[in-house]
T-cell receptor, first 115, second 114 residues
Framework: EDKVVQSPLSLVVHEGDTVTLNCSYE??????LLWYKQEKKAPTFLFML????IEKKSGRLSSILDKKELFSILNITATQTGDSAVYLC???????????????FGKGTHLIIQP | DAGVTQSPTHLIKTRGQQVTLRCSPK?????VSWYQQALGQGPQFIFQ???????QRGNFPDRFSGHQFPNYSSELNVNALLLGDSALYLC?????????????FGPGTRLTVT
């Protein structure tokens, strides 16, 4: 059974700090790893990673994938109160029937940024 | 460009009843996936629809069924509701099968079963 484990499950830091969120996975026929930010309801897409060692960046957020060690990290630098959210990691696998599999999610990391 | 939309936003039902949730995918997307998110948990995959057919299904009982229409919109039906079905139901859309990993989510329907 496919599995995604995120750590820590919750984290409280002060504005301006840098945080690193972790995601490890065990999945058959791995194709991609995705990060989402969930504030109220809809998870919003952050990154999709398919290749090892290539960092993806968007402003203060960055992420990298290690396919040998089966994990990914999401870094947020110079955190702001608006970064407070649940960050979800998900893994997509190749479906035996061809094409994309349903995503397997971790439980998420609840990040709180204090002013 | 409209994103993924879902209706209704909230719903309260009684045990044993049936419910239908609706989803319209993002413009240009043709694949719809449904997820159930219990409080404090990550979303769990229910099933995926492409070309009006259920392509793949997660570990959910037959009480959960769905449909996709020619305009790519989709419905999720749940029969014989149980208290444990109370959750946020998320719809996600994507383009095609090969591009299906990059899924965009709607705001969800909060279902409460009493």
């Amino acid at each position: 059974e496919d599995k995604v484990v995120q750590s820590p499950l919750s984290l409280v830091v002060h504005e301006g700090d840098t945080v690193t969120l972790n995601c490890s996975y065990e999945v058959t026929n791995f194709r991609s790893l995705l990060w989402y930010k969930q504030e109220k309801k809809a998870p919003t897409f952050l990154f999709m990673l398919t290749s090892s060692g290539i960092e993806k960046k968007s402003g203060r957020l960055s992420s990298i994938l290690d396919k040998k060690e089966l994990f990914s990290i999401l870094n947020i630098t110079a955190t702001q109160t608006g970064d407070s959210a649940v960050y979800l990691c998900a893994v997509g696998a190749a479906y035996s029937g061809g094409g994309a599999d349903g995503l397997t999610f971790g439980k998420g990391t609840h990040l709180i940024i204090q002013p | 460009d409209a994103g993924v939309t879902q209706s209704p936003t909230h719903l309260i039902k009684t045990r044993g009843q049936q419910v239908t949730l609706r989803c319209s995918p993002k413009s240009g997307h043709d694949t719809v996936s449904w997820y159930q998110q219990a409080l404090g948990q990550g979303p769990q995959f229910i099933f995926q629809y492409y070309e009006e057919e259920e392509r793949q299904r997660g570990n959910f009982p037959d009480r959960f069924s769905g449909h996709q229409f020619p305009n790519y919109s989709s419905e999720l039906n749940v029969n014989a509701l149980l208290l444990g079905d109370s959750a946020l139901y998320l719809c996600a859309s994507s383009w095609g099968l090969a591009g299906g990993y990059e899924q965009y989510f709607g705001p969800g329907t909060r279902l409460t079963v009493t």
